[in-house]
């Protein structure tokens, strides 16, 4: 709430992050009490500096390692403390078979980047089908080209972030990835991204889980 009140006046936004896998107990603030608690407590501080700082949008990120029942749960909340959007998600505890160091998938600690992108597109979708249009997500997690970024697009993220793909590939790839958007855009005769955010969200979450 200290840093609420320190940094609304130049902060573009915050993010509540209950999702570092880092962190010890960190994860436990998903759930629904304490989740229910913490914003409650977020958004009255916020409101207290609204008058003087401004408005700073309020976004809860989460892991992709929550189940349905507890997204169920999430999805509720933040809509009923009326936060400002969602971004999901943040690193994985689990390990795909697909992984190819087997070795070191076995080191703790969250995984990142391309192995997470199929989880964290899921997450997007059954995210997006939970919000009904309430709030914008913001979709993270293995964006590394202009069709991953358009995959997340199309499961329900209204905005995008990426990590890890920075390290390999460099601040270039925030280029690259506008002009495939730009050039998907014009091949299929669109004015706007925003007609096909959550597109495949129903598709998406008819298929298997968990993934
Ligand atoms: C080294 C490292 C440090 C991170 N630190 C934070 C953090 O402090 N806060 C946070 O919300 N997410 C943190 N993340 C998670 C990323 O913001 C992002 O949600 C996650 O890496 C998935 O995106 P990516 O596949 O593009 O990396 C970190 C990720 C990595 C790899």
């Known amino acids: 709430m200290r840093l609420i009140e320190l940094f609304a006046p130049v902060a573009s936004y915050f993010t509540i992050n209950v999702s570092s896998p880092n962190t010890p107990g960190l994860r436990d603030l998903q759930q629904s009490a ?106 993270v997690g293995g964006v590394d080209t202009g069709g991953a970024a358009l995959m997340k697009i199309r499961a329900g993220a209204s905005l995008i972030q990426l990590y890890s793909s920075l390290i390999y590939k460099g601040l270039g790839l925030v280029d690259d990835i506008k002009t495939d958007l730009l050039s998907t855009l014009r091949r299929t005769g669109r004015d706007s991204l925003a007609e096909i955010v959550g597109a495949d969200a129903a598709t998406i979450t008819a298929e298997p889980w968990p993934v």
């Not at 349905?68 to 795909?96: F, K």
């Not at 192995?115 to 913001?138: D, K, N, W």
């Open 34 to 139: 304490a989740l229910d608690d913490l914003l409650a407590r977020v958004v009255d501080a916020r409101e207290r500096v609204r008058k003087n700082a401004g408005d700073s949008p309020l976004l809860l990120k989460i892991a992709p390692d929550l189940t349905l029942q507890e997204l169920d749960d999430v999805v509720h909340i933040a809509r009923s403390r009326r936060v400002d959007g969602m971004i999901v998600a943040n690193t994985t505890l689990s390990r795909p078979e697909t992984l190819r160091d087997q070795v070191r998938a076995k080191e703790a600690g969250g995984l990142s980047g391309r192995p997470l992108l199929r989880l964290s597109t899921r997450m997007v979708a059954e995210t997006y089908v939970r919000t009904e249009g309430a709030f914008p997500l913001i979709g």
